[in-house]
């Protein structure tokens, strides 16, 4: 698939999908493709770009009722809508993209699975992602976004965020059902609300840094929410979050002396940890994998060193 359909490729994306059959794969070349594409529903496919810095979409995927797709290498951008709009049970793998600068939200589904992988989802006008049944965000930052990074509003979703950065979104996590919350080996940081929660939701956090957001965790007077630690967090303030469990090496109450959310490395953004942070070598001291929320390298693929450092990146 090419801009011009020349050699005998498609020119758009809807054209290809077309003349697929099952497990496909869709290779699309370097240049932009202006053109909305629906994926049919119960298909299963692969749309593979040329690299997020060469391959555009510039209007809405959807992926049908029961569709299965992998979408890597590519960026979203501009679009009339949504970035990604997936039906109902569809499936979506996003792996090194980016979903920037769309009118609604960069992924809105109402139920459904989505997994991020080393991808970014940021500055669109309503939320990063909103909606789903199952979310899994790793080695990913979802950033700037208007109105929240990860919405779970009137859906009821099970929602895991490792080794990523959440920052610069109205609301990094804002939730209001019976959603389950897990965080681990992250950075949620400089959003006006850090985590809020107006519902039944269980919170989990281990090795993750939440502060320097407006309000780093707030839970509604209403809200019958639960907060678990599995230690060693730095959360740099709480309204209403009382986190139980393992108490085990958390900091509170102090500043993680985090750089701005810049290129550090990798294939996304994040906060680089300043020297003397309260958050270097403050990890869980267990060895790296299995039983510590510590992955044996950082959002940005860098190894961690020794006691790993809490949040997504290793100093």
């Known amino acids: 698939m090419n801009p011009t359909g020349t050699g005998g490729c498609f020119s758009t994306l809807q054209a290809?999908?077309?003349?697929?059959?099952?497990?496909?794969?869709?290779?699309?070349?370097?240049?932009?493709?202006?053109?909305?594409?629906?994926?049919?529903?119960?298909?299963?496919?692969?749309?593979?770009g040329a690299g997020k810095d060469s391959t555009f979409f510039e209007e809405t995927l959807t992926i049908g009722t029961k569709a299965q797709v992998t979408l890597s290498d590519v960026t979203i951008r501009d679009t009339s809508n949504d970035g990604i709009f997936l039906e109902d049970k569809g499936r979506?793998?996003?792996?090194?993209?980016?979903?920037?600068?769309?009118?609604?939200?960069?992924?809105?589904?109402?139920?459904?699975?989505?997994t991020v992988e080393r991808s970014t989802i940021r500055d669109n006008d309503d939320s990063g992602i909103d909606g789903g049944t199952r979310i899994a965000v790793r080695d990913s930052t979802i950033s700037g976004n208007d109105f929240n990074g990860v919405s779970a509003v009137n859906s009821i979703t099970t929602i895991l965020i490792e080794s990523s950065t959440v920052s610069g979104n109205n609301r990094g996590v804002n939730m209001n059902s019976l959603n389950r919350l897990s965080i681990f080996g992250s950075t949620i940081a400089d959003n006006g609300r850090g985590i809020f929660d107006q519902g039944a939701n269980r919170t989990r956090l281990a090795n993750t840094i939440l502060a320097d957001n407006g309000v780093d965790c707030e839970v509604q007077e209403f809200a019958e929410s639960l907060y678990f630690s599995q230690g060693y967090n730095l959360i740099e303030s709480n309204l209403r979050c009382d986190f139980k469990g393992d108490l085990t090496g958390n900091i509170e109450g102090v500043d993680p002396a985090l750089g701005p959310l810049d290129d550090n490395g990798g294939p996304t953004?994040?906060?680089?940890?300043?020297?003397?942070?309260?958050?270097?070598?403050?990890?869980?001291?267990?060895?790296?994998?299995?039983?510590?929320?510590?992955?044996?390298?950082?959002?940005?693929?860098?190894?961690?060193?020794?006691?790993?450092?809490?949040?997504a990146f290793e100093f």
Not at 26 to 40: D, H
Not at 99 to 113: A, E, K, L, Q
């Open 92 to 114: 979506l793998v996003l792996l090194d993209s980016v979903i920037r600068d769309c009118p609604r939200s960069g992924v809105r589904f109402d139920t459904g699975n989505l």
């Open 16 to 48: 290809a999908l077309d003349a697929s059959g099952k497990k496909d794969v869709i290779e699309v070349e370097a240049g932009s493709y202006p053109s909305a594409a629906t994926v049919p529903a119960r298909a299963r496919v692969t749309i593979r």
């Open 269 to 311: 953004r994040t906060h680089a940890l300043s020297g003397g942070s309260a958050a270097i070598d403050a990890g869980n001291p267990r060895p790296l994998g299995k039983g510590n929320r510590c992955r044996p390298e950082d959002q940005r693929g860098e190894p961690r060193d020794g006691r790993c450092d809490i949040g």
